[in-house]
Each structure stands twice: as structure tokens, then as C-alpha cells.
């Protein structure tokens, strides 16, 4: 599968290829500060099947934190476009940057116990209070 996307003001663009490691909405907290509220829709990708095609991100990583994510969003709009999970050999991309959202078919919802009332998961949908077995 090849995934093209990029930010809002078109400066930061990118390619993923690859077979998709999870395709998810997750209801964690810390996504729902990125969201403005709702869940993080997203598709881990291959880090090696991942580049940027135009411009680069910025950057931010709490340094608060043990094992902190990093994002990485448009210097310029703001719009978050990627998430690195450090030991995690995929890049976490957000639907709606993708050029084409449609290729988004969500197979988990995770992280449900931070779940709002106002956030859906569709009925039938496997759900889990954080991660999966693996």
C-alpha cells in the first residue's frame, strides 16, 4: 500500500509504502489534546517504507515523560501530521492528512479507558481498554 499525504498549507508533504501495521482510532488522553477532543484516527506504516517529500516537520517531545512520543507537524499551519513511538519501528500517521481519508478502514479501537461519551466506536468493533496482546 502506498499512502501520500501532507499539512494543511501543502509545504510539508509525505509518502508511506508498505503493509499497514495497525489502522486504528485511539481514545488515549494525550490524543485527545492533539485531536481538539476527539479520537486520534490513524495507520502505523513501516519507518522504513516512510519519507518526506517536501519541506520538513518540526518537531516536540515532552521531556517530561518516560519513553515520550514525538510529533511531528507543519512548521507553518501547525497541522500534526506524524507520531514516533520510540522502539516502535513504524510512524504513526494521521488520516486526515492523507490525500485520500477513504483508505483509512480502522480495525481496533484502543486506549478506551480514557474514552469520552461523546466518542463512537462503531458497534462490533474489537476495543480495548489499552494495547492488544500482541
Known sequence: MKLEGGCYCGKVRYEAEGEP??????????????????????????????????????????????????????PDCGTHMVTKVPGLPAVVLKVGTFDDPKLFNPQVAIYTCDKQAFHHVPEGMPAFEKLPAR
Open 21 to 74: 501495521m495497525m489502522a486504528a482510532q485511539c481514545h488515549c488522553r494525550e490524543c485527545q489534546y492533539i485531536t481538539g477532543g476527539g479520537p486520534n484516527m490513524f495507520v502505523a506504516m513501516p519507518v522504513n517504507g516512510f519519507k518526506y517529500t517536501a519541506s520538513q516537520p518540526k518537531q516536540f517531545t515532552r521531556s517530561d515523560l518516560e519513553r515520550a512520543v514525538t510529533r511531528e507537524f507543519c
